[in-house]
C-alpha cells in the first residue's frame, strides 16, 4: 500500500463548478499538509500548505485537513478554465522530506 | 519571488554517457533537492543536501550522485545513463531554519537516454 493515494483522475468539469480533489494516507506521522498545482511543461507551485487539521481558506481555495480519518482535501470554488493543471498532494512528517501523490489531472471546460 | 532555474529543459543523451543536471536558486536556501517525476508514481525523491558539502540519500539513490560546492548551487550526476533513467528530474530548494518551511520548484529537466 502506498503510504499516499490520489485519485489521477482525469477529472473533467464545467466552468464555474466546486471542484473537490481528495488524497488519503496511512502514516500518522504526517503533519505537514501541502498542494502543488502543476500547469503542463512546467514544475509545480505551491498553492495551499497547512499544518493542521481543520479548514484553511485562500481566496477560491479551500484545504481540508482530517487527521483522524487520514484525509486530506483540495476544494475550488468557481473554477476557470486556468485551473486546468494537475494538482499533487504532499505530505510530511517534516518539510525538508515531502511524500507526494501521484496526482490528479484536472480539466475545467469554458 | 523564488527562483529555480534549471540548466537545460531537455536533454538526450546515449546510453552509458555521464551527464550532468544543474540547479540553482537565488534565495539563499540551505536545503536543495532532486527528484523524478514518473506517470503514475509521482515525485521520488532521489537526493537532497541541507548545506554547502552535505548530502543524505533519498528513496531512489542508486544510479545517481550528487555535488553541492556553493550553496546555491546542487548538481545532479546520473555516473552511467541507462535507458531506465529516461525522466522528468526536478529541482527544489527551501530554507532549513523554522521547521516547515516549503519547497519550491524549477520547470524541470525532460531527460531522454536513447
Known amino acids: 500500500q502506498k503510504e499516499v493515494e490520489q485519485d489521477p483522475g482525469p477529472l473533467s468539469v464545467p466552468e464555474g463548478a466546486i471542484v473537490s480533489l481528495n488524497c488519503t494516507y496511512s502514516n500518522s506521522a504526517f503533519q505537514y499538509f501541502m498542494w502543488y498545482r502543476q500547469y503542463s511543461r512546467k514544475g509545480p507551485e505551491l498553492l495551499m500548505y497547512t499544518y493542521s487539521s481543520g479548514n484553511k481558506e485562500d481566496g477560491r481555495f479551500t484545504a481540508q485537513v482530517d487527521k483522524s480519518s487520514k484525509y486530506i482535501s483540495l476544494f475550488i470554488r468557481d473554477s476557470q478554465p486556468s485551473d486546468s493543471a494537475t494538482y499533487l498532494c504532499?505530505?510530511?512528517?517534516?518539510?525538508?522530506?515531502?511524500?507526494f501523490g501521484s496526482g490528479t489531472q484536472l480539466t475545467v471546460l469554458p | 519571488d523564488v527562483k529555480v532555474t534549471q540548466s537545460s529543459r531537455y536533454l538526450v543523451k546515449r546510453t552509458g554517457e555521464k551527464v550532468f543536471l544543474e540547479c540553482v536558486q537565488d534565495m539563499d536556501h540551505e536545503n536543495m533537492f532532486w527528484y523524478r517525476q514518473d506517470p503514475g508514481l509521482g515525485l521520488r525523491l532521489i537526493y537532497f543536501?541541507?548545506?554547502?558539502?552535505?548530502?543524505e540519500k533519498g528513496d531512489i539513490p542508486e544510479g545517481y550522485s550528487v555535488s553541492r560546492e556553493k550553496k546555491e548551487r546542487f548538481s545532479l550526476i546520473l555516473e552511467s545513463a541507462s535507458t531506465n533513467q529516461t525522466s522528468m528530474y526536478l529541482c527544489a530548494s527551501s530554507f532549513r531554519t523554522g521547521g516547515n518551511q516549503p519547497q519550491h520548484f524549477g520547470d524541470g529537466t525532460r531527460l531522454s537516454i536513447l
Open positions: 543536501s541541507y548545506d554547502v558539502k552535505m548530502k
Open positions: 504532499a505530505l510530511g512528517v517534516s518539510a525538508r522530506q515531502l511524500t
